[in-house]
RNA sequence: GCGAGGGUAGCCAAGCCGGGAAACGGCGGCGGACUCAAGAUCCGCUCCCGUAGGGGUCCAAGGGUUCAAAUCCCUUCCCUCGCACCA
């Protein structure tokens, strides 16, 4: 058949998706394609639920692309596949929206969610929608205060004061995401005016609260609100903490054994967990008992020239209560979050329990309260902060620790701070830094081991609507009672406008009685961080409707852990630390028997436009629906690696598009086609152990969720079916398994397609219930075959350019005799010592003579660098397979022998045949 | 400063874990087929030299290990991200 006459028909159709979709949702839906009942052990795919920001963004498509096609890919392989989907639905935003629109959070919340649940069938994700949670529903938050209550008697709740960012114009705490820097007119676009939730990744979002005090940089912001501009100030408030600290030895050691985690998040929360080795030193201050210092360098007391602690220190409140100038600076310090290296010299004195000697106390900001013990031991010669304060104090250097190796120290001008040997330290004159500090450990009985964490408890109150109430009252007589498990949950009361925390304008939610003495009392009216919704979401999932318990604790002994959790890098410590802490606490209430929940994590990277990040408040971003949104997802999956990240082009995305058209016009050409060849020929067996070629390679790529090579596979595949198709009648049986099996490989990339495709091919069923291709031949040296073809036809190509050949009749390919096979093999397999001219030709199949003797030295020359053959026959057969690619692209016939001795065959040898063109 | 991850042809980007092809694929560019033409589609080329498959140089820079390195090791430079008044 002529060349160009096939190729126009293929062009007869065009594949449009939006045609085809609501055909497919409907199917799907109707057969519930995606729901999982019972199963014994399902792979649990999961991407982090979405903050119900209102519409799905690229970040969102790009997230549950990855699992939706991984998911896709284990069903098509037999396993039962739970793939859910739920609404982290609580949040700041929404009350913000609230505010801004005049309507309510929930009226709000439900919208988004319709709106995005939409976008997410539109995407063709295939969800167990049966299993949707929301967590701003009775039903789901009442567990929150379940857990709440748990972890209460667990002793994993604390009530204590602490200090927050406070916006006294909005009445209430700020999240750290929410304190600007105070000059916004070089604004770079970093998301600054936005609400913080408006544009964020996909994943439980980092919107309400004051986050941040789990960790340190609360302390470093001076800003103000984002919201009213009002300069953020300090305030010691009452709040909830679950005790996460009780698990930071947990924690840290459980990474070690995280190896299905990227090695970045475990670093980072090896880095926000912190952990320190020191020492605890008691010094005693005359009139005021002990102050406790924590240091990990011990080695350097005797180089202390005073003590300092921090503002909120209980020392510092004693001795103001008796000292003017103590107690302005006290208050001033307090109020401000940056004290620099101010501090105030008080009348009280410490002894250093080494030497004994008396040390002036001081009240200092850069002492923070929550860090060590909130208090230090001052030693200038040695440490950065307390060189700067002593600089600013004029406070005496005493230098103890000398570079061993006599470098300069840099003092006085820089503090030392590197290890050394002891100087001017009594007994311990001469230690090295590390030896010094074991000595003084044993001597001191003021001195003894301890760890600190940075790691801080997480304060889970939150000044804001909408949220979980916490379950309690606080009673003047019995003081805060949790609400009893009866009672739950404590509903959310109708929403009002107001300043501040609208719960506390609703005196019917407030006003109640005291569930152990009866008598009036108060409900707390903060709500829990939303991070704690997001922390044990993934176990609801399991039993969505259980109204007995969180969820089913049989099921979850199965089911668990997460297989693959797919999220972005932001949540490396917030979200993803609380869930591993949450799963830890309720191992340890025997609830689950695993100690983490989830064994293999991706990140995904994120989607730039013009070298950025896509964002709105950037206005560069693409709406996943504007080039089709099985395109998108197409392209998003194509463009790169999952966890990199990659720039959106338009000419990129039209690739992606291209793809489905050529697919799908393959199908379509094949299903209109006029005749079918029966008989089969060599050529045909090269394209159907391509096909198994290509199923092993892409197989291998979805397992490492590669889909972007998966897709080169495809679209190399794709690319030989066609020019297969248009070379000759193709034949039935090899194409169109070629056709299914692209047909399979490309379905959890693009379904609507996939489903399309495989019902063209009369597929039997859903493509998406179909069985994963299996190679139907050994593939295990298709990377040495493919090599192979690919070598041979470069060179073809070569002779032709480099010998200027117009046109040819005759393209010879000649193998190498069967005895080189077998000296190369004797070769390869020989041992370094062994004289391996001899062993070659006294190899039975190598025939005497000149030419054995010669290629027997070739051999020994390149001895060390031969590399794996193919043998003799699998070489012939190979060619002459693959030969009809040559004759197609020359356009002359070819032929493939065995050399047979005087043949002009000289140059053949194995894995490089010799090549005649005539 | 500490820690993590990167730097690959005009651009994007794979390969690096398990060393062996001037290095997948896409975009752009060039040439060709098909066409009145354009678009789409298809084929080839796209580091340098070469009239029979050859040679040279190459994966940030430099050094090392190895028969063999983009891949392993060391040093340097650059970029991105995380942590940092943490005692």
Not at 342 to 349: F, H, L, P, Q, R
Not at 692 to 716: C, G, L, P, S
Request: hydrophobic share 35%; net charge negative.
């Amino acid at each position: 058949m002529a060349k160009g006459s096939q190729r126009t028909m293929a062009r007869r159709g065009t594949y449009a998706s939006q045609a085809v979709k609501e055909y497919w949702q409907y199917v799907w839906d109707r057969e519930d394609a995606y729901e999982l009942a019972d199963a014994e052990n399902p792979t649990y795919v999961l991407g982090m639920f979405p903050y119900t920001s209102g519409t799905l963004h690229m970040g969102h498509v790009r997230n549950y692309a990855i699992t939706d096609a991984y998911a896709r890919y284990r069903r098509m392989c037999g396993d039962d596949v739970l793939h859910p989907m739920g609404w982290d639905a609580f949040g700041l935003p929404a009350e913000n929206a609230a505010y801004e629109r005049y309507t309510d959070p929930e009226s709000w919340t439900e919208a988004c969610i319709a709106q995005m649940r939409e976008d997410m069938a539109d995407m063709g994700f295939g969800y167990d929608w049966s299993r949707e949670i929301t967590t701003c529903r009775p039903d789901y938050y009442r567990w929150n205060q379940w857990f709440f209550r748990e972890f209460h008697e667990a002793g994993l709740v604390e009530y204590k004061a602490a200090e927050v960012n406070w916006c006294p114009d909005c009445e209430t705490v700020l999240a750290d995401a929410q304190v600007q820097e105070p000059d916004p007119g070089t604004g770079d676009g970093d998301g600054i005016g936005e609400a913080p939730a408006a544009d964020t990744d996909a994943g439980p979002d980092t919107d309400a609260g004051v986050d941040a005090d789990v960790g340190p940089d609360a302390h470093d912001h001076a800003g103000v609100c984002w919201r009213c501009e009002t300069p953020v100030g300090r305030r010691e408030l009452d709040q909830w903490f679950f005790t996460i600290t009780d698990y930071a030895e947990e924690l840290l050691a459980g990474l070690d054994d995280l190896d299905g985690w990227p090695d970045s998040v475990r670093e980072i929360q090896r880095n926000w967990i912190g952990r320190r080795e020191g020492a605890r030193v008691t010094f005693e201050v005359e009139g005021h008992g002990d102050v406790d210092v924590f240091t990990t360098r011990l080695d350097t007391i005797c180089g202390a020239t005073y003590l300092a602690v921090s503002p909120g220190h209980d020392l510092a409140a004693a001795l103001a209560a008796k000292d003017e100038s103590v107690a302005r600076y006290v208050d001033a310090a307090r109020a401000s979050a940056h004290g620099g290296m101010s501090g105030v010299e008080t009348d009280a004195t410490a002894v250093n329990p080494v030497t004994g000697e008396e040390l002036p106390v001081y009240v200092a900001a850069y002492v923070l309260e929550d860090v060590g013990t909130g208090a230090v031991m001052g030693v200038p010669a040695h440490n950065e902060r307390d060189h700067s304060f002593a600089m600013e104090q004029d406070l005496p250097l005493r230098q103890v620790v000398e570079p061993v190796d006599g470098s300069a120290d840099g003092l006085p001008g820089e503090p030392y701070t590197d290890a050394g040997m002891l100087v001017d330290s009594g007994d311990y004159d001469g230690l090295a830094s590390s030896a010094a500090r074991e000595r003084l450990l044993s001597d001191l009985a003021a001195a003894e081991p301890d760890v600190t964490y940075r790691l801080r408890d997480w304060l889970i109150s939150r000044q804001r609507y909408w949220g979980t109430p916490i379950p309690v009252v606080h009673c003047e007589e019995c003081g805060p009672v949790l609400v009893p498990e009866a009672d739950l949950p404590v509903e959310l009361p109708e929403f009002v406008q107001t300043t501040g925390n609208p719960l506390e304008d609703i005196d019917s939610f407030v006003e109640t009685e005291c569930p152990e003495c009866g008598r009036p009392a108060e409900r707390e009216t903060d709500t829990m961080d939303t991070f704690v919704d997001s922390s044990w979401y993934f176990l609801r999932y399991l039993s969505p409707d259980l109204d007995t318990a969180p969820f089913d604790q049989e099921v979850a002994g199965e089911w668990l852990p997460v297989d693959v959790y797919v999220g972005g890098e932001e949540h490396a410590v917030l979200h993803l630390l609380y869930i591993r802490f949450f799963t830890r606490a309720l191992a340890d209430l025997g609830l689950v028997d695993v100690q983490e929940p989830v064994e293999r994590l991706v990140n995904q990277g994120t989607v730039l436009y013009d070298g950025t990040k896509m964002s709105k408040s950037k206005g560069n971003v693409v709406n996943p629906h504007e080039y089709g949104a099985e395109t998108t997802r197409l392209f998003v999956l194509s463009a790169a690696h999952p966890e990199r990240d990659f720039e959106w082009t338009a000419r990129a995305v039209s690739s992606s598009y291209d793809l489905q058209q050529t697919l799908h016009g393959l199908v379509e050409s094949f299903v209109e086609r006029a005749g079918v060849r029966e008989e089969r020929e060599p050529h045909d067996e090269y394209v159907a152990r391509e096909i198994d070629r290509t199923i092993a390679a892409a197989t291998a790529d979805y397992e490492r969720f590669r889909f972007h090579q998966a897709v080169t596979e495809i679209r190399q595949l794709a690319a030989l079916l066609g020019q297969y198709r248009d070379y000759d009648t193709p034949h039935e049986a090899v194409y169109r398994r070629g056709l299914g099996t692209l047909t399979r490989l490309v379905a959890p990339l693009t379904p609507y397609l996939g489903e399309e495709m495989w019902n063209l091919l009369r597929g039997e069923g859903l493509v998406a219930h179909a069985d994963w291709p299996t190679p139907e031949r050994d593939v295990a040296d298709y990377d040495v075959e493919r090599r192979l073809v690919r070598t041979l036809r470069e060179d073809v190509r070569d002779i032709f350019d480099v010998a200027n050949i117009e046109n040819a009749d005759e393209i010879e390919i000649t193998v190498a005799p069967d005895w080189m096979y077998r000296a190369h093999e004797v070769a390869r397999s020989a041992d370094e010592g062994d004289a391996l001219v001899g062993q070659i030709l006294e190899d039975d199949a190598v025939p005497a003579g000149e030419d054995a003797q010669a290629y027997a030295e070739e051999l020994l020359e390149r001895r060390q660098e031969l590399e794996r053959m193919l043998d003799a026959d699998a070489e012939y057969g190979l060619l002459d397979r693959a030969a009809w690619l040559l004759s197609d692209e020359f356009d002359a016939a070819v032929t493939v022998r065995r050399a047979d001795g005087d043949d002009g065959a000289e140059k053949a040898r194995p894995g490089k045949p010799a090549v005649h063109i005539r």
